[in-house]
């Protein structure tokens, strides 16, 4: 059987869904990668196999409602503001002061793809994404306990996303159980064809890969690219001849730092990227002051059962 003929045949085994012919395989001696390629009349080529791939894992959500687990005293921080806001960490926070300091590198890793000067890259990349972490879990015994039961609160937002681009996205978490097919493809075409699968288009897609000890967490993540939102102001900036120096949404993208040395960016509940709308507060603990700052933003209150 011919190279090629093997390679359609791990294809259609490991993901029957793709569909492809031989001529859409391109090999690259100098790299030992392999890419399906389609080039059309007229158009630049498109990385078949990366499409459907991100189509598969990461493609977009448009949930009605997410949650997200906060103690309680930066919940009272929003209830309290007249022009609440909401904070989104930086990358970094999750890679070097929990216990997952493969995330992001994690998926990059094990698609095999080779960045030089990979750690000073990666780093660049983490200092630069700001995160709102959510799931779909609205009364998860896991995330109580690791938020500390009598402290922990939870928000159920209705999200709207306004803009959905370079700058800010809105995915699930995809854990590697998930992912079993395509790294066990890629170690299959390594060991029988000696040619590992380049799907590098997707790799902006590792800030929402995680390993599966954390998969109980179903996470949803809003992403901000900070730096893709400094190029759009240097561009608009250069295209006005230096006139407009400074973009309106400055205020909310200031980075700070809190008491325990994590940089974060806060941004209003409204903002032009996507809008946050507080459905309901839930807790699994009778506190007279969240019941009034509740009833004074008039928003739902729900005690939830410990069982």
């Given amino acids: ?23 859409h395989i391109t090999f690259f001696p100098s790299k030992k990668n392999i890419k399906i390629l389609d080039k059309p009349i007229g158009k630049l080529e498109k990385d078949l196999f990366a499409g459907f791939i991100e189509e598969l894992y990461f493609k977009k959500l448009e949930p009605t409602y997410i949650y997200h687990y906060l103690p309680f005293r930066y919940l009272k921080n929003i209830l309290e503001n007249n022009n609440p806001t909401i904070r989104l960490y930086n990358l970094s926070k999750y890679v070097k002061n929990k216990n997952d ?31 709102l972490s959510c799931t779909t879990e609205k ?23 306004k803009k959905s681009n370079h700058d800010v996205d809105l995915k699930n978490v995809v854990y590697e159980s998930e992912l079993t097919k395509l790294f066990c493809l890629n170690q299959c075409l390594k060991e029988e064809i000696g040619y590992s699968l380049d799907i590098s288009k997707v790799y902006s897609f590792s800030k929402y890969v995680k390993r599966s000890y954390y998969e109980w967490e179903k996470e949803i993540r809003i992403c901000f690219d900070n730096n893709s939102h400094q190029i759009g102001k240097k561009l608009k900036s250069f295209l006005t001849n230096g006139k407009i120096t400074q973009s309106k949404n400055d205020k909310y993208f200031k980075i700070k730092v809190d008491e325990t040395n994590n940089k ?18 839930h807790t699994r603990t009778n506190n007279e002051e969240l019941k009034r700052l509740c009833n004074n ?11």
């Fill in 101 to 131: 300091s493969k995330e992001y590198s994690y998926f990059i890793d094990r698609i095999g793809l080779i960045i030089p000067n990979a750690e000073n890259y990666l780093n660049s990349i983490i200092e630069d994404m700001f995160i």
């Fill in 1 to 23: 059987m011919s190279d090629n003929l093997r390679i359609i045949e791990l294809f259609n085994n490991h993901f029957p869904d793709f569909k492809f012919k031989s001529h």
């Fill in 264 to 281: 974060y960016i806060e941004i209003p509940l409204e903002n032009d990227f996507f809008k946050l709308t507080v459905k309901s507060i």
């Fill in 297 to 307: 933003k008039e928003i739902e209150l729900i005690i939830e059962s410990n069982f």
């Fill in 139 to 161: 009364n998860s015994d896991d995330h109580w306990n690791y938020y500390g039961k009598k402290e922990a609160s939870c928000i159920c937002f209705n999200l709207e996303i």
